[in-house]
């Protein structure tokens, strides 16, 4: 191991004199030539026209169909537009002309993000009232697990005993209470 180690080390010192040679000042040193860099070559180069077919769908739905229209995801290895909706007539046909070039999926939601978005600000209205019951929501969010439409999701500490508090006082919302921490902000140093 030693000899192999130090045969490692002592090839870079072999090439040292050579290269001193090649760069002493009476060899005459022309500047390097500028080029434009290579682009880098993207290991799916298909989630450049998957992430735009899904900023068309996003906006054109969003605007034109909030109470069916939940999000959209990428599968990038598979190719394919992902549009969580809640089934209604027209949808469908409407969205898959705007996903031009790119395979849609449509998948059912529970829940529109018009709908999402109102129990987000609602609860999120309510968090000086939670503070007060000793309930601590430390996130609240419906992209991710919810990005099916199926709930509003609230992060508390204790939620075997806050559970039950939160979705009786939102009986009308379908909200999944989780474990969660505290953020801890990351610091520099």
């Known amino acids: 191991m030693r000899r192999r180690l130090a045969a490692l080390l002592s090839v870079p010192l072999l090439a040292l004199p050579t290269a001193c040679a ?12 500028l080029t434009t860099p290579a682009p880098a070559q993207s290991y799916w180069p298909v989630q450049d026209v998957l992430m735009a077919a899904a900023g068309t769908v996003e906006t054109h739905a969003a605007r034109n169909w909030s109470r069916a229209y939940t999000s959209v995801s990428l599968d990038v290895p598979g190719g394919v ?8 007539p027209g949808f469908d046909a409407e969205i898959r002309p ?6 849609v999926r449509f998948v059912d939601a529970a829940y529109s993000a018009r709908t999402l978005d ?3 600000e609602r609860v999120q209205a309510d968090m ?3 503070r007060r019951q000793g309930v601590m929501i430390h996130s609240l969010w419906w992209n991710g697990e919810g990005s099916t439409g199926r709930c509003l999701t609230a992060e508390v500490g204790n939620p075997q005993r806050d559970a039950v508090l939160i979705t009786r006082h939102y009986a009308d919302v379908s909200i999944c209470v989780r474990q969660g921490w ?3 902000p990351l610091t520099a140093n």
Do not use: I, K
């Open 98 to 103: 705007l996903a031009r070039g790119v395979t």
């Open 182 to 184: 505290p953020a801890e």
């Open 118 to 120: 109102g129990w987000f």
């Open 22 to 33: 090649a760069a002493s000042p009476t060899t005459p040193q022309s500047p390097p030539a």
């Open 128 to 130: 000086d009232y939670w």
């Open 81 to 88: 537009l992902l549009v969580h909706r809640v089934p209604t």
